[in-house]
């Protein structure tokens, strides 16, 4: 079993679609959690970071964590077809330490 | 602005073949790594330094070598006894002892071997 599960998709919506991404995880010491974005034939961006539980919101973006299931879900709002890009999780046990990586969703938008 | 440079943005190995991808940053930051990103898999990491003139192996270190002369820099070979190489490589850079959670990632080096 990987340590960090994250569906591939590739998942397409149109545009204005409420957006769904979820990772599981099997490492209770993971504390931090992280959302990356990355463009094709591009590096990984860092859209959100949370610690522990709970939500954080950042304009169209909400990332929610549920440690007592170990479950972790980024939301995307009014969907543009500027999101289209490949969504990938991360969490470590500490601050920039011994991050793991889940393999992405693609996500695709229709204009 | 700061970031992180990769070069060269696509190469290709020959059989046998060593070759050097080149890591550059100039945010300051302390902690360097490499990844490699596979379809369908998570990035693997491959080797990682907190410091100069050290670094420690990740989860797949074998057939690659580093060097950490300098802050700034973190070059990564892929050695002929890589039997897989072809992948999409990246390098990243954290601020270990800063409040900045997450790392900065380069744009990454496509290596195929032909």
């Known amino acids: 079993q990987k340590e960090v599960e994250q569906d591939p998709g590739p998942l397409s919506v149109p545009e204005g679609a409420i957006v769904s991404l979820n990772c599981t995880y099997s490492?209770?010491?993971?504390?931090?959690f992280m959302w990356y974005r990355q463009y094709s034939r591009k590096g990984p961006e860092l859209l959100m970071y949370t610690y522990s539980s709970g939500n954080k919101e950042d304009g169209r973006f909400t990332a929610q964590v549920d440690k007592s299931s170990k479950y972790i879900s980024l939301f995307i709002r009014d969907s543009q077809p500027s999101d289209s890009a490949t969504y990938l999780c991360?969490?470590?046990?500490?601050?920039?330490?011994?991050?793991?990586f889940g393999a992405g969703t693609r996500l695709t938008v229709k204009p | 602005d700061g970031g992180i440079t990769q070069s060269p943005k696509y190469l290709f190995r020959k059989e046998g073949q060593n070759v050097t991808l080149s890591c550059e940053q100039n945010?300051?930051?302390?902690?360097m790594y490499w990844y490699r990103q596979d379809p369908g898999q998570g990035l693997r990491l491959i080797y990682y330094s907190q410091i100069v003139n050290d670094f420690q192996k990740g989860d797949i270190a074998e057939g690659y070598s580093v060097s950490r002369e300098k802050k700034e820099s973190f070059p990564l070979t892929v050695t002929s006894a890589q039997k897989n190489p072809t992948a999409f490589y990246l390098c990243?850079?954290?601020?270990?002892?800063?409040?900045?959670?997450?790392?900065?990632f380069g744009s990454g080096t496509r290596l195929t071997v032909v």
């Open positions: 991360a969490m470590s046990p500490e601050l920039n330490n011994d991050m793991r």
């Open positions: 490492n209770s010491a993971f504390q931090y």
């Open positions: 990243a850079s954290s601020a270990s002892l800063s409040q900045r959670h997450g790392y900065t």
């Open positions: 945010l300051n930051h302390d902690a």
